[in-house]
């Protein structure tokens, strides 16, 4: 059974950092394309970073990149997303996705991902 599991999201000040996981069952991340999106409300899902099934390759949104880190471990079958100087813009909830042709060129979009995670909240605040 497939099964996508996050955590780590929780309140932060602005500038502080949080790191997310998202741990895999069912599937292995080191053959999929995996992805973080995140979704504040009223507004539609967006991609964050996403980091490829082949060498590896991550990718940023322009809002993510110089500030979030994306990398995973095979052996634990998780990929983690450590956020760094974090602004208020970035409460949302973060979902992690995968898909076994996600994350070829980029983050790219929801449907390129078969596998969905429930969320787990960031709110940044002061």
């Known amino acids: 059974q497939v099964q996508i599991v996050e955590s780590g999201g929780g309140l932060v000040q602005p500038g502080g950092s949080l790191r997310l996981s998202c741990a895999a069952s069912?599937?292995?991340?080191?053959?999929?394309?995996v992805g973080w999106f995140r979704q504040a409300p009223g507004k539609e899902r967006e991609g964050v970073s996403c980091?490829?099934?082949?060498?590896?390759?991550?990718y940023y949104s322009d809002s993510a990149q110089g500030r979030f880190t994306l990398s995973k471990d095979n052996t634990r079958n998780t990929v983690y997303l450590q956020m760094d100087s974090l602004k208020v813009e970035d409460t949302a909830n973060y979902y992690c996705?995968?898909?076994?042709?996600?994350?070829?060129?980029?983050?790219?979009?929801?449907?390129?991902?078969?596998?969905w995670g429930q969320g787990t909240q960031v709110t940044v605040s002061s």
């Open positions: 980091i490829s099934s082949d060498r590896g390759r991550t």
């Open positions: 996705a995968a898909g076994v042709w996600a994350c070829i060129v980029g983050v790219g979009v929801p449907d390129n991902y078969n596998y």
């Open positions: 069912g599937f292995m991340v080191d053959t999929h394309g």
